[in-house]
């Protein structure tokens, strides 16, 4: 089975400074890989996600992240952050569906708050 | 832009109540989803539809939750009866087909007293 490892619960940051949310992931088989992030009592958004080629994703906000497959990594990165981005961030794996017969839960890391101070 | 949309937003229920969650999702996604996410954790996946069809329910209590998509549209998740483990934000998405990225609604925060 699939898992997700999210190595920091906590991401404190001063605005306009870059910030790395980092994403590990275990699987034995070819997986794709996705950043979502939740504002307090709301759902998830989609920040970007790894499906196949390019391993530089870019996704919405002015987030990337870079699929690693050898460190098994999903790193994402902000080159400048601003207080609106302070929220909960999801790395998320999926199995490819041909490999579940129609299955493809996300399976979630355990989250980031990234806090974004003045 | 298309969105998830989920009622109620809220849900406070007393222990042996029933609660049942709607959800529609984006004009045209044949592929619907239900996760549970308790706080402080990421979300869980309940069930999962293709059109009309249970793909995945291996994660779903069955002996107190149940789910439909009778006409592959909209969604309904059931419990009966709730118990105080069932607080948490129960999340339903979407995607077009099964290879597609998943989109949330903003989900039904349930408090079970």
């Known amino acids: 089975a699939q898992s997700v490892t999210q190595l920091d619960s906590q991401v404190p940051v001063f605005e306009e400074a870059p910030v790395e949310l980092r994403c590990n992931y275990s699987s034995s088989v070819s997986v794709y890989l996705f950043w979502y992030v939740q504002y307090p009592n709301q759902g998830l958004q989609l920040l970007l996600k790894?499906?196949?080629?390019?391993?530089l994703v870019k996704g919405i906000n002015g987030f990337e992240a870079e699929f690693n497959k050898s460190q098994t990594s999903f790193h994402l990165r902000k080159p400048s952050v601003h207080i609106s981005d302070t929220a909960e961030y999801f790395c998320?794996?999926?199995?490819?569906?041909?490999?579940?017969?129609?299955?493809?839960?996300?399976?979630f890391g355990t989250g980031t708050q990234l806090k974004v101070e003045l | 832009e298309a969105e998830v949309a989920q009622s109620p937003r809220y849900k406070i229920t007393e222990k042996s109540q029933a609660v049942a969650f709607w959800c529609d999702p984006i004009?045209?996604?044949?592929?619907l989803y239900w996760y549970r996410q308790i706080l402080g954790q990421g979300p869980e996946l309940l069930v999962q539809?293709?059109?009309?069809?249970?793909?995945?329910d291996s994660q779903l209590p069955k002996d107190r939750f149940s789910a439909e998509r009778l006409k592959g549209v909209d969604s309904t998740l059931k419990i009966q009866p709730a118990e105080l483990g069932d607080s948490a934000m129960y999340l339903c998405?979407?995607?077009?087909?099964?290879?597609?990225?998943?989109?949330f609604g903003p989900g039904t925060r349930l408090t079970v007293l």
């Open positions: 004009s045209g996604h044949a592929t």
């Open positions: 998405a979407s995607s077009l087909s099964e290879a597609n990225a998943q989109y």
């Open positions: 539809f293709q059109d009309e069809s249970v793909v995945d």
């Open positions: 790894y499906l196949s080629g390019s391993t």
């Open positions: 998320a794996v999926s199995l490819q569906p041909i490999l579940t017969g129609g299955g493809n839960k996300l399976t």
